[in-house]
């Protein structure tokens, strides 16, 4: 309470206003599977379109698994995804080296200089797999730097501390100015120096006649391996050990910012016990002792980054993951993003062999477990195997059940982006293509309406064409089919769940469940250690109730009226003394949903014209 203790005017902010409960975002959604390059674990990156994706995670390119090519399922999964109407979306990378004792665990790498010689630098693609397999030009550009006499004494143009020079000297006046080589720009004793093999030279001790001065600077290119990789440029690096912002600390192992971690895809390594020192040593390393000649315009040189690997097929542990270690790993990395709603994990269930069979399950159980267990909130997308008859997909569905997961059968034909011809068709997931429809439908008419009888975007055809006979057998067990339809297209035409209690048996009703508790959820957290008492629970009923009306109006909930649609009960009918002795505040809220019309019936008879109506 305020002390009132001089006479005055006071003047106070009170709300007359309930607390009031937001609906959170229901069509942001995570993939998790391989990659051909990027982070393996950590906190989960946010895209938001297919050239995040591209830049990060390495494109389309298929995968290779010891010596097995598969297709980059994940990556179809995510272009699909946006091309649907998919807007928000986090991807975590699964991979399972292929040696477990491998140095480079996996990484694109170059020695430096030749074999034969001490390594002085390694250049080592910052993430594992094939992707890293780059090409690296490193252009190095002698700019002419004039030298001047300013108050009688020799200054250099331009220069500045982190800089790198080449200094040339006239072998006629071989006992005036300053030794011909590579020199770094240091500060010493609030002085700019240059600093060389033959010590510290001050610039007044240049000569006008016998040196001349070139500004040294870098600049990387690099084309990384796959068909829509674009050339990645940093220009005008100082190569001086010294300068902040130079070859090696642009391209330094420990980057400052995650948009360097993830942009940079490659890293200088020198070994701890001699890192590189100065710039004429960095040079000699990249030129492998080539002489550095300051005439020419430009000197490039180009190094390979080679024997990437994409490790073996992960395992169910693989997408499981782990939160033991310093960096989460797999389905773990999704627990620290909340507004994940929709996780799925593209592709995981190809090649149901008689040999993967027990990895695919796995890694199913290991997207159930989380959704189910430890984020409640969120809903599983789930991808029946490739290359099933009716019998094997049934008998896939019959090893599951779960209120928070949707399977969805067949897979998708779509145009090869790979295939240069423009004629090749690709088999791919369905999920990618489920979880962009899950988002276009929430945005376009809410979360409460089933995603369903929607065009399949970027389809050019159906792994299987199904007709109504076979979708008898598989819809009523569970199974979403999408269906080709003549004049209307490639449909989504199934909005169940893997459930086997018919109150969960719409995926619609139970991502709305889990969109109003969890809105709910956060939206009242202003309530704990508040006084439980009548005003407390007054201002929660009016809360939910201010909630659930709106999303009454919004044509969520059935009734003709407030009172038929839902009711909101908290007060001494939900709560003992006991409860209220342990501190609990107990409400009761009972919603009606609305539920799909998915058998829409015509009763249709004969009658005379003479019939009385």
Known sequence: MPEYLAPGVYIEEVSFRSKSIEGLSTSVAGFIGPTRFGPVGGTPELLTSFSDYERIYGGLDALRFGTTNQDNYLAHAVRAFFDNGGTKLYVTRVFEPSVADDPNNGKSSLGLPASGSPTLLTLRARFPGRGGDQRISLVLKATPNPLFTSGGQVQISGLREGDAVYVTHDVVSPNIGVSAGVYDVVAQNDEIVLSGAGGSQRIQDLDLVANQVFRLTVTVRIKRPGRFENELIWPDLSPSPTSSTGLLATFTVSPTGRADYLSIPFAFEAPAASPIASAAELLAALSAGAAIDPTQSQQVFTFTLAQGSDGNQPTGDSYAGDDGGQVKTGLTTFEDVDEISIVSAPGATADYTNENQVRVRAIVQNLLIHCDVHMPYRVAVLDAPNNQVLSEVRDFRGRFDSTRAALYYPWIKI????????????????????????????????????????????????????????????????????????????RLWGAR???????????????????????????????????NNQTLWRNIRETVTAFLTNEWRNGALMGTSTDEAFFVRCDRSTMSQQDLDLGRLIVLVGVAPVKPAEFVIFRIGQFTADKQS
Not at 427 to 455: M, Q, W
């Open 415 to 490: 145009a090869d982006p790979l295939d240069p011809t423009g004629r090749g068709e690709l088999v791919v997931p369905p999920s990618g293509f489920v979880a962009g429809i899950y988002a276009r439908t929430d945005v376009l008419h809410g979360v409460f309406k089933a995603p369903a009888n929607e065009v399949v975007l970027g389809a050019v055809g159906l792994e299987t064409l199904l007709n109504k006979a076979q979708q008898d057998v598989l819809n009523p067990i569970g199974v979403n089919c999408f269906r080709y339809f003549e004049n209307r297209g490639f």
């Open 497 to 531: 769940t893997i459930s086997s209690d018919p109150e969960w048996r719409y995926i619609s009703v139970r991502r709305y469940f889990a969109y109003l508790e969890h809105s709910i959820d956060k939206g009242t957290q202003w309530a704990v250690f508040e006084n």
